[in-house]
T-cell receptor
Framework: DTAVSQTPKYLVTQMGNDKSIKCEQN?????MYWYKQDSKKFLKIMFS???????INETVPNRFSPKSPDKAHLNLHINSLELGDSAVYFC?????????????FGPGTRLTVL | AQSVTQLGSHVSVSEGALVLLRCNYS??????LFWYVQYPNQGLQLLLK??????LVKGINGFEAEFKKSETSFHLTKPSAHMSDAAEYFC?????????????FGQGTTLQVKP
């Protein structure tokens, strides 16, 4: 009965590979997010979807492509992985995208690019 | 532009002592403010949030924070630290109008609790 789940939890891969991270929420929320946490624990938003529509697209390399097949899922596909992509990626969801809406975070996916 | 500054990347307290984690924000419009906690190898969990109602906000696990507009601060406190409070704490600000929904995080403060 996990609220926001991500798979895989750990991902180790070689430079140049393509990989995907999946996120699912069972809270019935309309909005989902992807965040990147770097090695210094700094958290930054990458993307946000509301009802499957992209509403936030930060300055992220176009090697990163989010896909939302339905409101409960937001996947992150990364092409041509680079060393600098190594980080922890968090998925989150909220009821709406208003200022007071609480975001609920998944457990994170630790990506290591060798 | 919005920003959040957490003073002190590392705070160490003794068990039973007062916990004070500092957060100052910058926002051109009335902000919504949040404190999240991250336990090792876990995701973030909301502790409390300020949404322009009461300036003193009570959260989970005995934490509270006070919004002080004159000082542009939203410091997190807990009267008596417990070993289980050891974690990373993040302050975050969100645009008051909510039309972008972008949460801006501070750099985090690691709380160490000594026995």
């Amino acid at each position: 009965d996990t609220a926001v789940s991500q798979t895989p939890k750990y991902l180790v891969t070689q430079m140049g590979n393509d990989k995907s991270i999946k996120c699912e929420q069972n809270l019935g929320h309309d909005t989902m997010y992807w965040y990147k946490q770097d090695s210094k624990k700094f958290l930054k938003i990458m993307f946000s979807y509301n009802n499957k529509e992209l509403i936030i697209n930060e300055t992220v390399p176009n090697r990163f492509s989010p896909k939302s097949p339905d409101k409960a899922h937001l996947n992150l596909h990364i092409n041509s992985l680079e060393l600098g992509d190594s980080a922890v990626y968090f998925c989150a969801s909220s009821q709406g995208w208003g200022g007071t809406d609480t975001q609920y975070f998944g457990p994170g996916t630790r990506l290591t690019v060798l | 532009a919005q920003s959040v500054t957490q003073l002190g990347s590392h705070v160490s307290v003794s068990e039973g002592a007062l916990v004070l984690l500092r957060c100052n924000y910058s926002s051109s419009v009335p902000p919504y403010l949040f404190w999240y906690v991250q336990y090792p190898n876990q995701g973030l969990q909301l502790l409390l949030k300020y949404t322009s109602a009461a300036t003193l906000v009570k959260g989970i696990n005995g934490f509270e924070a006070e919004f002080k507009k004159s000082e542009t601060s939203f410091h997190l406190t807990k009267p008596s630290a417990h070993m289980s409070d050891a974690a990373e704490y993040f302050c975050a600000v969100r645009h008051g109008s909510g039309n972008t929904g972008k949460l801006i995080f501070g750099q985090g403060t690691t709380l160490q609790v000594k026995p």
